[in-house]
């Protein structure tokens, strides 16, 4: 199956600094999501960005699919921001997703 | 007017038993999965349904069977359970664009 490699994989900040968490995979994809799994281990949809340049708020995330990475960016973080990004996404002919290994995130205050 | 719910959201049982995992979404979805989260919070896809049939299944063990009694539902079933089938399983549906959203999740203790 296609590979998902996830950097950083631990990341430590400090209440208001800003972050760049990078997925990269293996083949060309026609889906790709970021999720947030929060202290709670529910799986949150940050975006579904298989191109282009999305804003939510304090986040936002880029995908070069000719490249085959994508980047997301929090700005200004804040403790509620803690828990696992994962990065997963959806060959060409295949509906599953194949996650990448996560970014543990900490905002210490 | 959650849109994928999982039942139970705690399972703790015995070696040997037989258990299920209900998953509903009402989201209009005709694609619906069965994830498994591992102890190291690795998750990997075990199946798929898109409308009611069987699209992937992946190599898990033939005591794990999916069951769709109409689009809107997919459950697992699990026989004769092990110590190594502790995890998280997670349910998750996806639209023709292939967006998926997941349930809660269901945390299996087999003791």
């Known amino acids: 199956g296609i590979q998902v490699e996830q950097s950083p994989p631990d990341l430590i900040l400090q209440e208001g600094a800003n972050s760049t968490l990078r997925c990269n995979f293996s083949?060309?994809?026609?889906?790709l999501q970021w999720f947030h799994q929060n202290p709670w281990g529910q799986l949150i949809n940050l975006f579904y960005?298989?191109?282009g340049t999305k804003q939510n708020g304090r986040l936002s995330a880029t995908t070069v699919a000719t490249e085959r990475y994508s980047l997301l960016y929090i700005s200004s973080s804040q403790t509620t921001d803690s828990g696992v990004y994962f990065c997963?996404?959806?060959?060409?002919?295949?509906?599953?997703?194949?996650f990448g290994t996560g970014t543990r995130l900490t905002v210490i205050p | 007017d959650t849109a994928v719910s999982q039942t139970p959201k705690y399972l703790v049982t015995q070696m040997g038993n037989d258990k299920s995992i209900k998953c509903e979404q009402n989201?209009?979805?005709?694609?619906m999965y069965w994830y498994k989260q591992d102890s190291k919070k690795f998750l990997k896809i075990m199946f798929s349904?898109?409308?009611?049939?069987?699209?992937i299944n992946e190599t898990v063990p033939n005591r794990f069977s999916p069951k769709s009694p109409d689009k809107a539902h997919l459950n697992l079933h699990i026989n004769s359970l092990e110590l190594g089938d502790s995890a998280v399983y997670f349910c998750?549906?996806?639209?023709?664009?292939?967006?998926?959203?997941f349930g809660p999740g269901t945390r299996l203790t087999v003791t």
């Open positions: 998750a549906s996806s639209s023709l664009a292939g967006e998926q959203y």
């Open positions: 083949d060309s994809v026609n889906n």
């Open positions: 960005i298989p191109s």
């Open positions: 997963a996404v959806g060959p060409w002919g295949a509906n599953n997703l194949f």
């Open positions: 989201l209009g979805h005709d694609t």
């Open positions: 349904y898109n409308n009611k049939e069987l699209i």
